[in-house]
């Protein structure tokens, strides 16, 4: 019992994880239509900032605060100079963000090298419930995930920015005719999307440690866990990361890890062809 | 199914044919005023005839150590051939192509490993029959069916696809795990024994010049123009009677084929399979190849394949760990400026198969509104 338990509880903030890291991606793909090769080092540089704090001996909050701030400045500078001229071609974007994420990636290769740094958890020990322990870095991970989708959501659906995001979403000439500046809110959501990356990257460097190629750990499961929630809604990629995350902790705790892992990109991708809308079809949030 | 050729031309000039008129008439744009003068000139063969010439004098001229590199540059290019074939002229983004690669490579590997079997009239056909079933398996899979697939959606089900092997090929014992399969026997005709060098590089050339010439017939009739002709305006090919969906899983199936043929040559040049060689690593590595030489040229494949790799081979020594970079912003540029490649320095764009220069400017504008 205890050890169900427990091991639900890690399939869970797994699964929080994942949400975390693919929130941002899949808010650029359902707003902006691109698909963002560069995410998984947006959330590199997030966890590569908080790394920073802490070995220049700052408190380690400090650096998990700043991180999306500063991915988001430089989401919103590279939107502005560079992916803004990918919009007319998705595969162009595709190509073009992974010369970005490729470069991002092996500088910060050149400054780490090839090591693994860890940062601890701000918030160590565990939490007892009765005769179980759970990690409370963990649980505060669970915690924050809630509230940024809680937070995200409202922003989306109850903020006159959110309503101006959608309405570019939904028709872009409308909407410049209306008024809103059309390349300033994709900027906005491109930077607000980096900016989700740079937070994932800064929760998650404790549990998983800061090396070069974290974010390409996470790309690929993004991208499936998008595509299985469906394109084109705040919700969609959600739901998506939360199945794909919570299918790929929970399936090793009953078969070999490798055919688990091997097994959920199946799935996913006969789930896609069958379903190419996704769990949950529909434009706007 | 297939129409007769001018049809075809037809349905992709009408496209075109405004446009490039238009502008034609205008002689705005300097770019195009100089495509249309290069429109009457060939370089192409030119440059194929150079590329060759260089190749086959390349092993009198280089050092020992040399030539073999080469000849893995070859092979290379040989997968890069591969990838050109369905990028470039199809247009479908295979961004898992070293899968087709990779499982060649194993396949033949175990069948030298287990069964003993070298020899260069079994193996070679073996891998690109490997090559050939795997493509057909997944390009079926993802292609046809009762919903057209997206072009992301085949990307990224390419890309899965790699991934997943090499997670599988990492973790079954029976393939190595982590460290592959290491000492290959060499491939052997009779009772020589092809190990690295002159006569391997001049076998892998000629496997380079052979397979070059059947895409170049490929593509250049009306299958491969209908190829082309999907590339540039997919709605108008399918509104023609062309079943583009098949169109596409026969090309899949045929670069994947042809990536296969490129695996085993590697797996027994390099006398070793690791991990790396179905993931996600080599996969891109090719996209890079065929993007900086120009995509949709054929000989643009060959020369980026020679250009990325001999660059890396040469700043390696001093400058390995900011190559990456440099790479990713090369590749940046080339996007960017670039997108049909170095090679676009040589040759106007009316050149490329079923191009017929560069698309208006308000297209590209409206567009870039509303992704």
């Known amino acids: 019992m205890a050890n169900a338990f427990v091991a639900a509880f890690e399939i869970l903030s797994f699964g929080a994880i994942i949400v975390l890291i693919v929130l941002g991606l899949g808010i650029i793909a359902s707003m902006m239509g691109i698909f963002n090769f560069a995410q998984g080092e947006f959330v590199l540089l997030g966890a590569y900032i908080t790394y920073l704090a802490y070995a220049k001996g700052m408190p380690i909050w400090a650096g998990m605060v700043a991180a999306p701030f500063v991915v988001g400045a430089l989401g919103f500078a590279l939107e502005a100079l560079i992916i803004r001229r990918f919009y007319a071609a998705p595969i162009v974007a595709m190509l073009g963000t992974y010369a970005l994420g490729l470069i991002i990636r092996e500088s910060v290769r050149g400054l780490i090298g090839g090591f693994y740094l ?15 322990h759970i990690s409370a870095w963990r649980f505060t991970i669970i915690v924050i995930t809630l509230l940024v989708m809680a937070g995200c959501y409202l922003l989306l659906s109850r903020t006159s920015f959110g309503l101006r995001m959608r309405a570019t979403l939904e028709n872009p000439s409308l909407a410049r005719a209306s008024g809103i500046s059309t390349p300033l809110m994709y900027g906005a959501t491109f930077a607000f999307g980096s900016a989700l990356a740079g937070l994932a990257g800064a929760l998650i460097v404790p549990v998983f ?10 790309l690929i499961q993004g991208f499936v866990a998008v595509m299985v929630g469906g394109v084109g809604s705040f919700i969609g990629p959600v739901a998506g990361a939360g199945v794909i ?39 706007g949030v | 199914m297939l129409r007769p050729m001018s049809v075809v031309r037809e ?118 029959l490997i090559g050939l079933a795997f493509a057909l398996l997944l390009g079926g899979f993802l292609l046809l069916g009762r ?58 050339l000629g496997i380079l010049v052979a397979v070059y010439l059947l895409c170049r017939f490929l593509v250049r009739s009306q299958f491969g123009l209908a190829l082309a002709g999907l590339r540039e305006n997919e709605q108008r090919i399918a509104f023609f009677g062309y079943k583009v969906q098949h169109l596409k899983a026969i090309i899949f199936t045929i670069g994947g084929a042809v990536a296969g043929l490129a695996g085993s040559l590697y797996a027994f040049h390099e006398g070793f399979v690791w991990p790396n060689m179905v993931g996600v690593v080599v996969s891109t590595q090719v996209v890079l190849y065929v993007l900086f030489g120009g995509s ?33 912003l090369l590749l940046l540029l080339v996007i960017l400026f670039r997108p049909l490649g170095l090679i676009s320095f040589l040759l106007g764009e009316r050149e490329r198969v079923g191009n017929f220069g560069a698309r208006p400017k308000e297209n590209v504008k409206e567009t870039r509104d509303a992704p």
């Open chain 1, 118 to 132: 860890t940062v601890p958890e701000p918030i160590g020990g565990s939490i007892d419930i009765g005769a179980m």
């Open chain 1, 245 to 283: 995350g919570t299918l790929s902790a929970a399936l090793p705790w009953i078969m070999a890890p490798v055919v688990a892992d091997v097994l959920v990109f199946v799935l996913a991708i006969v789930f896609i062809k069958f379903r190419p809308q996704g769990l949950i079809a529909g434009k």
């Open chain 1, 209 to 218: 440690s800061l090396y070069a190629d974290l974010g390409l750990r996470f």
């Open chain 2, 296 to 328: 949709g040229t054929l000989i643009g494949a060959v020369i980026g394949a020679v250009i990325v790799e001999g660059v890396s081979f040469w700043l390696s020594d001093n400058y390995r760990d900011i190559w990456p970079i440099i790479l990713g």
């Open chain 2, 11 to 128: 349905a992709i000039a009408t496209d075109m044919g405004d446009e490039a008129g238009g502008a034609m008439a205008e002689g705005a744009a300097a770019g195009q005023a100089r495509d249309r003068v290069r429109a009457g000139r060939k370089i192409l063969p030119i440059v194929e005839a150079v590329v060759l010439v260089a190749a086959l004098l390349a092993p009198l001229v280089l050092q020992d150590y040399l030539t073999v590199f080469a000849t893995r540059v070859i092979i290379l290019a040989l997968f890069a051939l591969s990838f050109d074939l369905v990028w470039g002229y199809a247009g479908i983004m295979s961004f898992g192509q070293a899968l087709f690669f990779g499982s060649a490579g194993y396949g033949v590997a175990l069948l030298a490993r287990d069964l003993n079997v070298t020899n260069i009239f079994l193996v070679l056909p073996a891998g690109t």
């Open chain 2, 147 to 204: 919903h057209p697939s997206s072009v992301i959606f085949v990307s990224l089900g390419t890309l899965t696809g790699s991934y997943a092997a090499d997670r599988l090929a990492r973790g079954w014992y029976y393939l190595g795990g982590q460290n592959g399969i290491p000492s290959i026997a060499p491939m052997s005709l009779g009772s020589y024994d092809f190990t690295e060098g002159p006569a391997f590089y001049y076998l892998v």
